[in-house]
């Protein structure tokens, strides 16, 4: 593997425990896509660093299980400016 790329998986990991972003919020802070992002922290980084891709891991789960929340509100807004 290319060390920019290892370099990379390493940074938006380290970002994503941090900050507790979304993949699509350290997609756009790196300007890749959310398929890179998610590979860099899914496939690549548990051949980088074990216990980093561990905690990334466990960030990523959190956001998942938060998602139709966050989507519901992101609705709900939508309309009341709408009306």
């Known amino acids: 593997m290319k060390n920019y790329i290892e370099e990379r998986a390493t940074m938006i990991a380290l ?3 941090e900050t ?3 993949v699509r919020q350290a997609a756009k802070k790196f ?3 959310k398929s ?3 590979k860099d922290c ?3 980084l548990p ?3 074990k216990g980093l891709s561990e905690s990334v891991r466990h960030v990523l789960d959190i956001n ?3 998602r139709h929340i966050r989507g519901g ?5 939508k309309y009341l400016q709408l009306h």
Not at 73 to 77: D, S
Request: glycine share 8%; net charge negative.
């Open 15 to 17: 970002y994503i425990i």
């Open 20 to 22: 507790g972003c979304t």
């Open 31 to 33: 300007g890749v896509s």
């Open 36 to 38: 890179t992002v998610h």
């Open 42 to 44: 899914t496939e690549r």
């Open 47 to 49: 051949d980088i660093n």
């Open 64 to 66: 998942k299980s938060e």
């Open 73 to 77: 509100m992101a609705t709900r807004e």
